[in-house]
């Protein structure tokens, strides 16, 4: 008799609570006038079937409600997500115009499981003081002096494709690039870089580390729980019974000791003993700034780590990979290109530097066109002012309603790109009129008070890795074993873009 009342009071406690949620969420929610899916209102079971049981696709289902609703929509319970590419700058902006919070429910609740890292800040002072600290290690001038670094790291990766020439082996540039990209942030963060490419294969399982990471986000995201539960097991466990776990273990330690050695004072010798740089890395100089002891704390430091490694390597790499492969793939760009580079370049073996580099306006086209088609981050990237209301022509958005808006969304824009899935850099051209006008609406690395803190290192990596690959091998480079619609195609949005599950990566092969 106990257990049958027990469970009618629990039949009645549910239906009551749902019954409670339906109300408040879709009709008296601040964002209840918003149009949208009522079951999307109601429930964040919507986007979790779309992002976690269908595998990150719900950023091309919102493209489709945009098409129903309008360039206004409601797509969970609190958040609105905006398709208009003119509005863009109005949702991302400086810290001078207002304060720019994040969404608890995508930081708090991380989608990386790293809430306190400088991506995953919530507050506007708290991150603008985080990134302050950062600020001059990723300025355009610093980048600019760090570029012999980046050359060194493409000259290696060149020579690397040489080898392969001699020895006939396919390469995977999905791995190439990502060791490539990662030696570069590597060497940049820390005292010494990875070396990456001196591994056989250009260390294919530091790739395959990012993916396993980015491919439990939107689980995370859903199921805030899991995290504090899998750091929870012990090491024995992860490493028998979840082996992609296992993975992420053995580099949340590996970034933990780094950032202990420099903590302690021997930032500059490598386990060996061996001195890579003489310049001071950017935690050494994070941890000699005037930070709050917290912001310097080891375990929040790893964070940060994760975040920059990560975004460091694998978004950049991505570009890379599908940038080659377009240019590739198009006699007409490839023998535009060649004919430039060949032009600016006698000897391939002496890179021109940046600056030079950043002078030639078809390499330029090209580099903005492989951004704009490989979209930075393809996830909505939600914005909360917490003290004002936002308006969007008659709709008005309340204080503290996360708004969002999808570089996919952007970038493939009709009206803005005709044919946008055609990898064109012609479109761009020339760059003082129709270049300039269009990169208004190039938000790979984001706007605002929150834009992506690498974009000058990811944008010069894009440049001198194409520039570099191409004047050396665009000739005898051609794709093998390659499908567009399986291996390059943009299928999934798990953060950064990625193709579909069963994708083999692009492989090239040099002649």
Known sequence: MAFQSLLIFSAVATLSYTIYLAITRLYTSPVAHIPGPRLAAFSFWYEFYYDVFLGGRYTWKIAELHDRYGPII???P???HINDPDFYDEVYVSGSKRKTDKWS???????FGTPNSI?????????RRRRNAYSNYFSKQAIRK???VIQAAVDKLCIKLSE???TGQKVNLMHAYTAMTGDVVTGYCFPQSYGLLDQPDFAPDYHDLWISILSGSHVLKQFPWMFPLMLSFPNWFVDRFLPDLAVTYRWHREWRKQIQAVKAGDPSSSADGEKRFSRPSIFETLLDSDLPPFDKSVP???EDAQTMVGAGSITTSFALAL???YILSSAPVLRKLTAELEAAIPSPETMPSLTALEKLPYLTAVQLETLRISYGVSHRLQRVCPDQAIRYHDTVIPPGTPVSMSAPHIHDHPAIFPHPRVFDPERWLPLESTGAGLQKYLVAFSRGSRQCLGMHLGAAEVLMGIAAVVRRFGKEMRVVDTLRERDVEVARDYFTPMTRGDSKGIWVVVN
């Open 74 to 76: 409601r797509i969970n």
């Open 78 to 80: 609190y958040e609105v």
């Open 105 to 111: 429910w995508t930081e708090k609740v991380p989608m």
């Open 119 to 127: 991506l995953a800040t919530i507050e506007h002072d708290v991150h």
């Open 146 to 148: 760090y570029s012999d």
């Open 164 to 166: 392969s020439q001699t």
């Open 300 to 302: 929040r430091l790893v």
């Open 323 to 325: 940038g080659t492969y």
